[in-house]
């Protein structure tokens, strides 16, 4: 009974989300970039709580996320977390308004989310230098967003699919 209280436990779940989050951003991330398109698991994962658990988790999983993010660069610290804390309240709280049932508005959604981060995080650390903006956006921003979408919408996919086949064997 003590164990599988423990297995339960959102904390549990929550630290064992950031410790794979860690490892897979310091050691896979670079496996996996398509021509500068890097997949933003942790964006992913932001959206993934907003829409599926809410404004609480959302807030604080991108308020710790985006702070140990900003600790690899501690000349912008706070504006990651700033960034991402905007983002899972400004989803969790207006997920009413959004339609997500189907697989095209979860990957818009994603690809708006993975666009707004690098948008913000980037008008700042470049002070507002637009010619360097609109060509980080084009060159790595948009194929991001992409691919970020990409696998967000695969994951969903699976997961409907393989709840829909654990319903059906009930």
């Given amino acids: 009974m003590l164990f599988e209280n423990i297995f339960y436990s ?15 951003q310091s050691l896979i991330s670079d496996w996996i970039t398509i021509k500068g398109a890097r997949l933003d698991l942790g964006i992913f994962i932001l959206v993934y709580l907003a829409l599926n658990y809410g404004a609480t988790e959302a807030v604080i999983f991108g308020f710790i996320w985006g702070l140990l993010l900003d600790v690899f660069n501690p000349s912008l610290l706070g504006l990651g977390t700033l960034t991402k ?16 049932e189907t697989s095209l508005p979860r990957a818009l959604i994603i690809f708006g989310a993975v ?10 650390a470049l002070n507002a230098n637009f010619t ?12 991001s967003a992409l691919y970020t979408s990409l696998v967000g919408t695969l994951f969903w996919l699976w997961r409907d699919r393989t709840h829909t086949l654990k319903a059906g064997v009930k």
């Fill in 132 to 143: 360097s903006l609109a060509n980080i956006f084009f060159r790595f921003t948009l194929p």
């Fill in 10 to 24: 959102r904390i549990i779940n929550f630290l064992i989300l950031f410790f794979f989050l860690l490892f897979f």
């Fill in 115 to 124: 666009v707004f981060n690098e948008l913000i995080y980037n008008l700042v």
């Fill in 85 to 100: 804390v905007i983002l899972g309240f400004a989803l969790a709280n207006f997920k009413s308004q959004l339609y997500f």
